[in-house]
């Protein structure tokens, strides 16, 4: 189930305009003051013979004078230009051409990068003002029952539980540069299943550096706490309660563009460890060979066809070192893991937004009695606004995966969701989900199938108070048939944010 602070519970951009390109204004056009007919460009000497005006020799009138008479000094000689002026003209010129860039600059800085703090949405938070930031708290708390917390065929023990979080958003509001952050977190505890009370927490702070106009850096750091809860093949049997698994990480990158061309180089690096679990007996589990730490770079090359629509190439490498060199099953885990995707990331007229590829994924493990892990990737994440009222919304995640299973190399998954947002009223949502997931543990020969259905209910009473109902059903099919289940869940919370 997923956690209380995760949106999935409550019911949820800028397109890049650029800015119009200007020619530099014409340089001012300065009086003549140079005979280009004179010998060495010298300055020309008035001209002997008849006017501008009056007759020539032959009776005809002469055609008028191309050019303005130069000033004439006493003693008639030409007055030289004012270069001086002449320049200050053309510095105002350039100047003015300078202020009109800064002014297109800035105003498309303020469409770009600054959040803005209004919201068009009625019932939608507007956070608080710090200083720069926006701050969006919120507290949610959530009464359910669940007739499988132990995710089991048999044997079944239904139980209510209660769920705790909250969420901290804080965005800054710069004219440039940028920094997030990302707190989610929540306890679940249940009322006759104690052994599977459970904490999560996803916690990001994000910051981006605008070098250049055209180049920026991103960084990320990431602290994420989670729990092989009931149901998960990796769980340990017998634990009192389900133990921790931490990740620790943050993620660097370059971004630099030429014209419509765009390359991104990123590297991570993530350390994800695994407490060791307390059994009912007594004794204690030592999970540590489970510990690895996983370095990444990723190379991405984006090209825009045209505003909104941009295709783009990536590949990514990424290696797993094992904190134990060898496991308690005797098995060398430390593998090396490749991936490439096509893909195109795009928003028409802001009706559809999102990004989707397709490409193919491996994993080369060091032992050989580990064979390797390929498959097709297909990632996406679509939102499609059908109307002013309905919203629709598509994910699609390919990852390979750790883990005990049985003498497992790893496993394979693919997970698809779907989600409908209708809104009744301003103030009244529904939402349908749907959801697949498959698991493929490789050489074992075990294959499951995770279903998720769910419809919810959000009335949102006003700005900071949100009421939530939501009717749940999860099921796993396996070609196992001992590790089949359904579980069936009910829920009704309440949300303060501000």
């Given at each position: 189930?997923?956690g ?7 019911p ?9 390109g ?5 340089r001012p056009?300065l009086?003549?003051s140079?005979?280009?007919?004179a010998p060495?460009?010298?300055t020309?000497?008035?001209r002997?013979?008849?006017?501008t ?15 303005v008479p130069?000033?004439?000094l ?6 030289r230009?004012?270069?001086r002026?002449n320049?200050?003209?053309y510095d105002?010129a350039?100047q003015?051409?300078?202020?009109r860039r800064?002014r297109?600059?800035?105003a ?10 209004e919201?068009?949405e009625?019932?939608d938070p507007v956070?608080?003002r710090v200083?720069?930031?926006?701050l969006?708290p919120?507290?949610?708390s959530v ?14 023990r239904?139980?209510l539980f209660q769920r ?8 800054s509001d710069w004219?440039?540069h940028?920094?997030?952050a ?10 006759d299943v104690s ?5 999560e ?8 550096v605008?070098?250049?106009e055209?180049?920026r850096?991103?960084?990320e750091?990431?602290y994420?706490?989670t ?12 634990a009192v309660?389900?133990?921790p698994v931490?990740?620790i ?20 690096f993530?350390?994800t460890?695994?407490?060791n ?9 030592d ?9 990444a770079a990723?190379l991405r090359v984006g090209?825009?066809?045209r505003?909104?629509?941009?295709p ?6 990424d290696?797993?070192?094992f ?8 098995y060398?885990?430390q593998?090396?893991?490749q991936q ?6 795009f928003?028409?007229?802001r009706?559809?937004?999102g990004e ?16 390797d ?7 996406g994440s ?7 009222l309905t919203?629709?919304?598509?994910i699609?995640?390919?990852s390979?995966d750790?883990?005990?299973?049985e003498?497992?190399?790893?496993v ?5 969701g779907l989600?409908v947002?209708?809104a ?10 749907f959801?697949w ?6 050489q074992?020969g075990?294959?499951?199938d995770r ?5 919810l209910?959000?009335a949102k009473?006003s700005r ?5 109902g939501?009717v749940?059903q999860?099921?796993?099919s396996s070609n ?5 289940y359904t ?8 949300r303060l944010?501000?």
């Amino acid at each position: 189930m997923p956690g209380l602070a995760d949106p999935s519970l409550f019911p949820a951009g800028t397109e890049e305009a650029a800015a119009e390109g200007r020619q530099p204004p014409n340089r001012p056009r300065l009086r003549p003051s140079i005979d280009a007919d004179a010998p060495g460009g010298t300055t020309a000497a008035a001209r002997s013979g008849p006017g501008t005006t009056g007759s020539s020799s032959t009776g005809r009138t002469p055609p008028a004078a191309r050019r303005v008479p130069e000033p004439l000094l006493p003693g008639g000689r030409p007055q030289r230009p004012n270069w001086r002026q002449n320049a200050r003209a053309y510095d105002a010129a350039i100047q003015a051409a300078d202020g009109r860039r800064d002014r297109v600059e800035a105003a498309r800085n303020d469409v770009l990068r600054v959040s803005p703090i209004e919201t068009t949405e009625p019932f939608d938070p507007v956070g608080i003002r710090v200083g720069s930031f926006v701050l969006r708290p919120a507290f949610d708390s959530v009464l359910g029952y669940d007739d499988n917390p132990l995710r089991v065929a048999t044997g079944r023990r239904p139980s209510l539980f209660q769920r705790f979080g909250g969420a901290m958003l804080l965005r800054s509001d710069w004219s440039r540069h940028a920094l997030d952050a990302d707190i989610r977190g929540s306890y679940t505890k249940y009322d006759d299943v104690s052994g599977n009370n459970r904490p999560e927490l996803d916690a990001r702070l994000r910051g981006r550096v605008d070098i250049t106009e055209r180049t920026r850096t991103e960084l990320e750091g990431r602290y994420l706490l989670t729990t092989e809860s009931a149901g998960d093949p990796d769980a340990p049997t017998g634990a009192v309660r389900p133990p921790p698994v931490i990740t620790i990480g943050g993620t660097a990158g370059l971004v630099h563009s030429w014209n419509r061309l765009e390359v991104a180089l990123r590297g991570a690096f993530d350390r994800t460890t695994y407490d060791n679990a307390k059994l009912r007996n007594g004794s204690i589990l030592d999970r540590s060979d489970r510990n690895y730490d996983q370095p990444a770079a990723t190379l991405r090359v984006g090209y825009d066809i045209r505003p909104g629509l941009r295709p783009f190439v990536e590949g990514r490498i990424d290696s797993r070192n094992f904190e134990r060199e060898v496991d308690t099953s005797g098995y060398i885990r430390q593998s090396d893991g490749q991936q490439i995707r096509a893909g195109t990331s795009f928003e028409v007229t802001r009706t559809l937004t999102g990004e989707a590829a397709t490409g193919w994924i491996v994993r080369r493990y060091e032992d050989p009695r580990l064979p390797d892990i390929s498959g097709l990737l297909i990632d996406g994440s679509l939102v499609w606004t059908a109307s002013g009222l309905t919203t629709v919304r598509f994910i699609a995640i390919t990852s390979i995966d750790e883990t005990s299973y049985e003498d497992t190399t790893g496993v394979l998954r693919r997970d698809l969701g779907l989600s409908v947002d209708h809104a009744f009223r301003r103030w009244l949502i529904g939402t349908a989900r749907f959801g697949w997931g498959f698991d493929d543990y490789g050489q074992s020969g075990r294959r499951d199938d995770r279903f998720t259905m769910s419809g919810l209910i959000t009335a949102k009473l006003s700005r900071d108070l949100w009421l939530t109902g939501e009717v749940r059903q999860e099921r796993l099919s396996s070609n196992e048939p001992s590790n089949d289940y359904t579980a069936n869940i009910m829920l009704v919370g309440l949300r303060l944010q501000r």
